[in-house]
């Protein structure tokens, strides 16, 4: 009986060391109910803050921004954050690899296609208690990516679209947990004004095309076109 609880004792323990890597996210997980934005925004603005001061003064910009976008380019893997001078002009702050994604080029059509989707959107909600560290939410699906389906009959477009941390994602955009802090105590200091998301397949800006062999509907130049117009205002 003794030999028996001893060799209990020593897997619980076993499992306890071997749980330490995850004891974040198993935190997260027990316990994602139970911060707001604003704890959040206390919990890791100075060590974020920190970090993005010399980018604010090397752009000549008061921290925190009054204003915020954010562009993501998916064949580059490369998310950009936009902040606004004090003249109203926008100025590159800095750009963040995109660590995972999924899915290739054209927008999101319906759940499970693990798509990430392309067009202007903004950000709908912060959530300071994602499983994957913190998060801003997309409001996607928007009005056009509605109209769409609707014209083309088609429904369960998906949802629950992020910008968040950690280094895993199926059809959002994984940051890391560093990049996700600076990008989120950013837009909680802006919150809820509105923050808005370009999502391009390639960098329009640079004359660059889309490679043939993605997601292929009638209406993707238009929306190209739109896209293109928006990211004119990013240079």
């Known amino acids: 009986m003794r030999i028996s609880r001893v060799r209990i004792l020593v897997f619980i323990l076993l499992i306890a060391v071997a749980l ?6 198993i935190r997260s997980i ?9 704890e959040r925004l206390e919990q890791y603005e100075d060590q974020a803050k920190q970090r993005l001061l010399p980018l604010f003064q090397k752009v000549k910009v008061e921290y925190p921004p009054a204003w915020m ?32 994604s999924s899915g290739g080029a054209g ?15 903004k950000v709908e909600a912060l959530n300071p208690n994602s499983m994957y560290h913190l998060s801003l939410r997309v409001n996607y699906p928007n009005k056009y990516d509605r109209q769409k389906a609707k014209d083309e009959n088609r ?7 992020m910008i968040h941390g950690n280094q895993v ?16 105590v950013m837009a909680a200091n802006i919150w809820p004004s509105h ?24 209406w993707i130049p238009s929306l190209y076109q739109t896209i293109q117009e928006t990211l004119e205002e990013y240079k």
Request: charged share 30%.
């Open 107 to 121: 927008p999101k059509l319906r759940e499970g296609d693990y798509q990430v989707p392309e067009g202007v959107y």
């Open 30 to 38: 027990l316990y994602r109910d139970t911060f707001t934005v604003a």
């Open 169 to 184: 994602s199926i059809g959002c955009l994984a940051m890391g947990d560093e990049a996700i802090e600076e990008i989120f």
């Open 195 to 218: 923050i808005p998301i370009v999502i391009s397949p390639v960098d329009f800006r640079k004359d660059e095309t889309v490679q043939e062999g993605g997601t292929t509907v009638s």
């Open 155 to 161: 429904t369960n477009l998906g949802g629950d679209i």
């Open 20 to 25: 330490i890597p995850f004891r974040h996210r």
């Open 69 to 100: 976008g954010i562009v993501a380019i998916k064949d580059k893997k490369q998310l950009e954050v936009w902040v606004a001078s004090e003249n109203g002009d926008r100025v590159l702050l800095r750009d963040y690899p995109i660590l995972a």
